[in-house]
């Protein structure tokens, strides 16, 4: 009997162990969402500062650096979506089931960066805004297939 009762709360406590440890993933995979959030925020802030150098004809450097930094922020966005971590985001499903497709689509945003940080250096308002325009397309082409609209 005494036996017994003891591997019920051994079998009982690694039960409990097992859910924590559950419960400790389901958090971990909540982070890494509003991490890859708030990543995508700095993304769209440093869009904004880009558009308001070209809008005042202010200082080009400013294109380069956030050019800089927005390729640094998409090499760690696309490392941000382990598998599981598909609840409570507007990342659609096709992020995974079309990881290639999604690489691609991160890779076509880096190129767009590259060319803008060129255009910045150039000091070329012309320039700088055609790459500018370039980059959006290139957001929005990995919104339409891998983002769920705003609305959904
Ligand atoms: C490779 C695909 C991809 C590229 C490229 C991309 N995004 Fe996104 N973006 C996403 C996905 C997926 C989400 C949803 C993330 C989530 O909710 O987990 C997102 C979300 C966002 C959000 C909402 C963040 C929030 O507060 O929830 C903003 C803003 C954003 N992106 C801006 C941009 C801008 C600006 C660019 C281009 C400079 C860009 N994105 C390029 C895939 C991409």
Known sequence: MRKKALI???????????M????????AQTDIV?????????TGAAMRAIKGVIDSK?????????????KELEAAFVKMF?????KNTKALPTVWSDSAGFQAASK?????????AVAGGSGNFAEITAAFQAT???????????RAKENN
Not at 136 to 146: R, S, W
């Open 34 to 42: 509003k991490e890859r959030q708030e990543n995508r925020k700095q």
């Open 108 to 116: 076509e945003a880096d190129a767009a960066y590259d060319k803008l």
């Open 82 to 86: 382990p598998p599981g971590s598909d």
């Open 20 to 27: 924590v440890a559950d419960m400790t993933m389901a958090l």
């Open 8 to 18: 019920a709360v051994v079998v009982a406590a690694l039960a409990s162990g097992a």
């Open 136 to 146: 959006g397309k290139a957001c929005g082409a990995c919104h339409q297939k891998f």
């Open 58 to 70: 202010g200082d080009p450097k400013i294109v380069v650096q956030q050019a800089a930094k927005m």
